[in-house]
C-alpha cells in the first residue's frame, strides 16, 4: 500500500469506503454462512462431530469391555439393557412404517432372551421362543384392531434384536473365567475393526458402490478392506492360542463374520430407508441409535459362537 493510501484510509471518506468493502464481502458470502458452507464452518462443524462420535464410541467401548471381563452375569446385564434399547427402536422404526406391535410383550421377551441363555437350562431359548409366539397368538385372537404384520412385527423384533444378541452371552458363558472374557472381546473386535477399515478403505479408495440404493457410501473396496481387517483379528486370536483354535476354523470364521456383519449393517439401513430416517434413535451422540451401533454386532457375534461351537470351542 502507498503512502497517499494510507493517508486515506485515515480520513473518514477512507474509512467509510473500507468499512463498505467489509460489508460487502461479508454480504458475498451470507448463503454460505446461512448454509454452514464456510470453511471455518465446516472445519468447526466436523471437528465437534468428531468429539462427540469418538467420546460416546469410547464410553461405550469402556462400559462393553468391563461388563465382559467382569464375568458372565454382568455380561448378562448389559445385552438386556441393549437388547431392550434396539428392540425398542425397531418397534418405534415399524410404527412409523404403520405397523402397531405389542410392544410390552415384544420388549419383556428381549430382555427374557439374554437372561434364558445363560441359565444352565438346556432348552431354554427355545421355551422363550414358544412363549413368545403362544402370547403372540393370543393377543392376536382377542384384539380385533391388530392384523398378521402387526403380529409378525411383534415376534420379529425380540429375535432380531435380541436372540441374535445372544451370541455375546452364550459366548461369554462359554468359559467362566477371564479367558471367555477375551474370547468374546475378540469376536466382537473383529466385528469394530471390520467396520472400522472398511469406513477408512472406502473413504480413500472407494470407487464401486456396494449397495448404492441402500448405503450409498458403503463401496466394494471398503468391502474387502473391512474383510481383510476381520479375517487379521480372528488370526491374531489363533497365534495367542488359548482356545485351541485351529486356523482354518479361525480363517472361515474371519471371512464368515466379516461378510454376515456387513449384510446386518446392510439389512438395518434398508428397513432405515424403508421408513424414511437416517437413524434408529439418538442415545448415542455422534452415532445415532444402538441398533444403528449393533446392527453388525448382532448377526456378527452369534455366526462367531455358531462356528466356535461346531469348532468344539464355545
Not at 418397534?91 to 419383556?108: D, K, Q, V
Request: with cysteine; aromatic share 10%; charged share 15%.
Amino acid at each position: 500500500m502507498t503512502a497517499p493510501e494510507s493517508r486515506d484510509e485515515e480520513t473518514p471518506q477512507g474509512l467509510e469506503r473500507g468499512i463498505a468493502r467489509l460489508e460487502r464481502k461479508r454480504e458475498s458470502k451470507e448463503e454460505q454462512r446461512a448454509a454452514g458452507d464456510l470453511r471455518g464452518q465446516r472445519a468447526r462443524g466436523w471437528t465437534e462431530k468428531l468429539l462427540t462420535r469418538t467420546t460416546s464410541g469410547f464410553i461405550y467401548s469402556v462400559v462393553v469391555v468391563g461388563c465382559l471381563f467382569l464375568g458372565t452375569w454382568a455380561t448378562c446385564a448389559l445385552v438386556c439393557a441393549m437388547a431392550w434399547l434396539c428392540c425398542s427402536e425397531f418397534f418405534r422404526m415399524s410404527r412409523m412404517a404403520g405397523r402397531m406391535p405389542n410392544e410390552i410383550l415384544g420388549l419383556a421377551v428381549a430382555i427374557a432372551y439374554p437372561v434364558a441363555s445363560v441359565l444352565p437350562i438346556d432348552g431354554m431359548l427355545l421355551y422363550v421362543t414358544f412363549a413368545l409366539l403362544a402370547g403372540c397368538a393370543i393377543w392376536y385372537v382377542f384384539t380385533p384392531r391388530a392384523n398378521i404384520a402387526d403380529v409378525a412385527v411383534t415376534a420379529f423384533g425380540p429375535v432380531y434384536t435380541s436372540l441374535l444378541f445372544c451370541g455375546v452371552t452364550l459366548l461369554r458363558s462359554s468359559d467362566a473365567s477371564w479367558v471367555g472374557g477375551l474370547l468374546t472381546f475378540g469376536c466382537m473386535a473383529s466385528v469394530w475393526v471390520s467396520d472400522a477399515t472398511a469406513y477408512f478403505v472406502g473413504s480413500r479408495f472407494g470407487r464401486h458402490r456396494l449397495a448404492p440404493r441402500i448405503s450409498p457410501n458403503k463401496s466394494v473396496e471398503g468391502f474387502w478392506g473391512g474383510l481383510a481387517g476381520c479375517v487379521l483379528v480372528w488370526v491374531i486370536l489363533w497365534l495367542i492360542g488359548l482356545w485351541r483354535l485351529p486356523l482354518p476354523v479361525a480363517l472361515v470364521a474371519g471371512v464368515l463374520v466379516g461378510v454376515v456383519s456387513v449384510v446386518g449393517d446392510l439389512f438395518e439401513s434398508r428397513i432405515k430407508r424403508g421408513v424414511g430416517v437416517k437413524d434408529s434413535g439418538d442415545i448415542m451422540p455422534g452415532h445415532g441409535g444402538l441398533l444403528d451401533r449393533s446392527d453388525s454386532m448382532l448377526f456378527g457375534c452369534m455366526v462367531a459362537y455358531v462356528i466356535l461351537h461346531l469348532g468344539g470351542i464355545a
